[in-house]
């Protein structure tokens, strides 16, 4: 069975601190996604990465896969508030192509 | 646009009462599917479809059943609850079968069920 490992679970920091969430697996992924998730919400797609070393930009936040492509991690530089959410990395580990989920990093920035 | 559309927001069953769970995309998606999320224990995979007609278990299919009988619905059925089922609910739905496109999921806003 495939699992995705995200550490840490809960991230409690100041705004305009600078984090970094990881996602880890024994498994090699095709590719590897990211979501954020808002309180009451379902879970929305930040990125998909799917090239060993790739490197994707979105405003503040850096996303990398793994050379291996059994890893990534996202870093957010000088955190707000807004980033507050759930993330969760998502690899397509499953029967049929199906999305594995991590059990997801809770992140909280206070203002 | 509407996208994945759930209801109901909430539900509080008794146990053994049966329920349904809607789930309505109008993006003319192949891929459904629903998922379940409790605290620590991340997105689980309840049941999926590849496209109408054609129904398949996830990694925890036990207690809940699923039909297709159209490309725009996909609905979760609790044949008699049970307080394990006190979860949060997520229908998802794709334009192609995850993994071969690298295609995104598009959720619902979720069903918060409590069974007492």
């Known amino acids: 069975t495939q699992l995705l490992e995200q550490s840490p679970q809960f991230l409690s920091i100041q705004e305009g601190e600078n984090l970094t969430v990881y996602c880890n697996s024994s498994s090699v992924f095709s590719s590897l996604q990211w979501y954020r998730q808002e309180p009451g919400e379902g879970p929305v797609l930040l990125v998909t990465v799917v090239t060993g070393g790739e490197v994707k930009k979105l405003k503040r936040l850096t996303f990398q896969f793994g050379d291996a492509r059994k890893d990534s991690s996202l870093h957010i530089t000088a955190a707000q508030p807004g980033d507050t959410g759930l993330y969760l990395c998502?690899?397509?580990?499953?029967?049929?192509?199906?999305?594995?989920f991590g059990k997801g990093t809770k992140l909280s920035v206070k203002p | 646009n509407a996208g994945v559309t759930q209801t109901p927001k909430f539900q509080v069953l008794k146990t053994g009462q049966s329920m349904t769970l809607q789930c309505a995309q109008d993006m003319n998606h192949e891929y459904m599917s629903w998922y379940r999320q409790d605290p620590g224990m991340g997105l689980r995979l309840i049941h999926y479809?590849?496209?109408?007609?054609?129904?398949d278990q996830g990694e925890v299919p036990n207690g809940y059943n699923v039909s297709r009988s159209t490309t725009e619905d996909f609905p979760l059925r609790l044949l008699s609850a049970a307080p394990s089922q006190t979860s949060v609910y997520f229908c998802a739905s794709s334009y192609s079968i995850l993994g071969r496109s690298n295609e995104k999921l598009f959720f619902g806003s979720g069903t918060q069920l409590s069974v007492l």
């Open positions: 479809s590849v496209g109408a007609g054609i129904t």
């Open positions: 998502a690899g397509d580990g499953g029967s049929q192509g199906n999305l594995i």
